[in-house]
């Protein structure tokens, strides 16, 4: 199960939610660039993608929404995907890549190049710092997953989790060399902002038979709900 967030400037071109012809994928499209942020495939394989602060190349020759696409696209496992990516991730601005398959999750990132982290079954949270920052909106988060997940009605509301426009305080924030103002207003874990902040909400189940569902809600710069898309397979 993935939920999360995209935080992205309003007027970059974006399709929304829909399976792509090449690859066979089902993903929202970045129409600038030409990758994707979150996506699956039919046989059960998995891609998400966040931005890095601090991170990687100042002048990246690569764009990292191609990633997800490139994974889902061909037939390596994740870990060989990852170790063939661990020779040019220097080319990409920072990044946060987590992709797996029924085998498991594996994530990687270019601000530690020489780690792959396989994650164990249980809760993970990623946001735009590495894996293990103690951000708030990470922990808030996390904590909220767990509760819903172990409730009576487990995938009901899920989007809602990560609806929180809660800033959080000073002392709470982390330090990625951003003014204190942009530290405070990216502190939600949602954001609404006139030019930058959340514009879409995904929620995907993906069960063992190779069937799932994935849910996309989309927002305006005011916040307010504009779409949603409800695919099956």
């Not at 780690?115 to 920052?133: A, I, K």
């Not at 995938?155 to 330090?175: F, M, S, Y």
Request: one cysteine or more.
């Amino acid at each position: 199960m993935l939920v999360g967030n995209r935080d992205e400037l309003h007027n970059r071109p974006t399709d929304p939610l829909h399976w792509w012809a090449e690859p066979e994928i089902l993903a929202g499209l970045d129409l600038e660039a030409g990758g994707t942020w979150l996506a699956v495939s039919r046989s059960g394989r998995f891609g998400v993608l966040t931005n890095l602060r601090g991170f990687g190349a100042a002048n990246p020759t690569r764009s990292r929404g191609h990633l997800i696409p490139e994974f889902l696209g061909g037939d390596r496992s994740p870990v060989e995907f990852m170790r063939d990516l661990h020779r040019s991730a220097s080319r990409y601005a920072g990044f946060n890549l987590l992709i797996g398959d029924a085998t498991g999750a594996w994530l990687y990132s270019n601000g530690t190049p020489d780690t792959v982290h396989h994650l164990p079954p249980g809760y993970h949270g990623l946001s735009n710092g590495l894996y293990l920052d103690p951000w708030p909106k990470v922990t808030r988060a996390n904590r909220a997953l767990r509760r819903q997940l172990e409730g009576p009605r487990p995938t009901d509301g899920l989007a809602d989790i990560l609806l929180d426009r809660t800033v959080r305080p000073d002392a709470e924030l982390p330090q990625t060399g951003l003014s204190m103002e942009l530290e405070r207003r990216l502190s939600a874990a949602f954001i609404c902002h006139p030019h930058y902040g959340t514009r879409s909400t995904t929620v995907c189940i993906l069960r063992r038979d190779g069937t799932g569902s994935m849910q996309e809600t989309g927002f305006d710069p005011e916040g307010r709900k504009t779409r949603q898309i409800d695919i099956y397979f």
